[in-house]
């Protein structure tokens, strides 16, 4: 909440000077409805509030609460829904002094692969990608980025430093985590992206991830190809995630999704996961986003295997 009151201040100071000050409120809600072989249930996975606030042309500022279940073992709110801090930044707008698109960012504030990915892949409402599923990179943590938007739409640049607890912890010691995407668009369907996170458990103890995206974007079908090496103290692991969205037609798509993961430790047992879905995307005006999905979230070779069936809702305005 510290953060939220630095950015809320910086918000007030500034608006003194603001052009056309203004103030935007919108909301993301994510459902469902879930059964397998021996449960089922209702549920509100996800349910953020954005507040975006534009100062001037070079300043805006981002506050978003996210709801969510409390899943910890031995806590007294085991299964409440709690209220937390999921963003809460300052961003300076760099399209003046460098290229459009370009910023800075100070704050608690989205890391910088899953913000990338998900502007290819937007079905978190049926589950996180890979990597933040798996617990290998998050989606938001405490510091400040900034990224250069290259000429000509070919792609930009981003790099950060980070507490590396992700947005629910607090620090707990001084190492810090360095990150950078590089991501290209040297064809009109074809994008291409790299990312490193250099992190320390605490002095030399390692927690290094690398991951490479290959990513056709077209109107009729997305599909991409995620790489993961992933480095805990001294334990390797690996992985990829492929995925695709076939469109059958301007309101019906189709997810199909493979995620495998395996480390030195379960070299014999590999962790596969199978998601196959049908979605239907409502056609609402520019701003507005709904989708129903029908799915199967199939997880298997480390422990019990797991399948799901689902029907979940997701609402964006």
């Given at each position: 909440?510290?953060?939220?009151?630095?950015?809320?201040?910086?918000?007030?100071?500034?608006?003194?000077?603001?052009?056309?000050?203004?103030?935007?409120?919108?909301?993301?809600?994510?459902?469902?409805?879930?059964?397998?072989?021996?449960?089922?249930?209702?549920?509100?996975?996800?349910?953020?509030?954005?507040?975006?606030?534009?100062?001037?042309?070079?300043?805006?500022?981002?506050?978003?609460?996210?709801?969510?279940?409390?899943?910890?073992?031995?806590?007294?709110?085991?299964?409440?829904?709690?209220?937390?801090?999921?963003?809460?930044?300052?961003?300076?707008?760099?399209?003046?002094?460098?290229?459009?698109?370009?910023?800075?960012?100070?704050?608690?504030?989205?890391?910088?692969?899953?913000?990338?990915?998900?502007?290819?892949?937007?079905?978190?409402?049926?589950?996180?990608?890979?990597?933040?599923?798996?617990?290998?990179?998050?989606?938001?943590?405490?510091?400040v980025a900034a990224r250069y938007a290259l000429p000509n739409d070919l792609g930009d640049v981003a790099g950060g430093v980070f507490n590396g607890e992700g947005f629910a912890h607090a620090e707990a010691n001084d190492q810090k985590a360095a990150m950078l995407r590089v991501a290209v668009h040297p064809l009109k369907s074809l994008h291409?992206?790299?990312?490193?996170?250099?992190?320390?458990?605490?002095?030399?103890?390692?927690?290094?991830?690398?991951?490479?995206?290959?990513?056709?974007?077209?109107?009729?079908?997305?599909?991409?190809?995620?790489?993961?090496?992933?480095?805990?103290?001294?334990?390797?692991?690996?992985?990829?995630?492929?995925?695709?969205?076939?469109?059958?037609?301007?309101?019906?798509?189709?997810?199909?999704?493979?995620?495998?993961?395996?480390?030195?430790?379960?070299?014999?047992?590999?962790?596969?996961?199978?998601?196959?879905?049908?979605?239907?995307?409502?056609?609402?005006?520019?701003?507005?986003?709904?989708?129903?999905?029908?799915?199967?979230?199939?997880?298997?070779?480390?422990?019990?295997?797991?399948?799901?069936?689902?029907?979940?809702?997701?609402?964006?305005?």
């Amino acid at each position: 909440m510290r953060v939220s009151l630095i950015v809320t201040s910086l918000f007030l100071a500034l608006s003194v000077v603001a052009e056309e000050p203004s103030v935007k409120v919108g909301a993301q809600i994510f459902a469902d409805y879930t059964r397998s072989e021996d449960a089922s249930a209702f549920n509100v996975t996800r349910a953020y509030i954005n507040i975006n606030g534009t100062l001037n042309r070079f300043l805006t500022a981002r506050v978003t609460p996210d709801i969510a279940r409390e899943t910890a073992e031995g806590s007294s709110l085991n299964g409440s829904l709690q209220f937390r801090l999921k963003f809460a930044y300052a961003q300076l707008n760099l399209d003046q002094w460098l290229t459009k698109g370009s910023w800075a960012r100070g704050g608690l504030i989205p890391l910088l692969w899953v913000e990338h990915e998900e502007t290819f892949y937007r079905y978190r409402f049926q589950g996180p990608v890979m990597v933040d599923r798996e617990g290998y990179i998050g989606t938001a943590d405490y510091g400040v980025a900034a990224r250069y938007a290259l000429p000509n739409d070919l792609g930009d640049v981003a790099g950060g430093v980070f507490n590396g607890e992700g947005f629910a912890h607090a620090e707990a010691n001084d190492q810090k985590a360095a990150m950078l995407r590089v991501a290209v668009h040297p064809l009109k369907s074809l994008h291409v992206a790299g990312f490193y996170d250099h992190d320390n458990y605490a002095a030399g103890e390692r927690r290094n991830r690398a991951i490479g995206q290959v990513v056709f974007d077209h109107p009729r079908v997305t599909a991409a190809v995620d790489l993961l090496s992933a480095r805990d103290r001294a334990v390797k692991a690996r992985g990829y995630s492929v995925w695709a969205t076939p469109k059958i037609s301007r309101s019906w798509e189709v997810l199909l999704r493979r995620d495998m993961v395996e480390s030195d430790t379960t070299r014999d047992e590999r962790k596969t996961r199978d998601i196959e879905g049908v979605a239907y995307w409502l056609q609402l005006q520019s701003g507005v986003a709904a989708a129903v999905m029908l799915d199967r979230d199939d997880t298997r070779g480390i422990g019990p295997r797991v399948t799901n069936y689902g029907l979940k809702v997701m609402v964006s305005f």
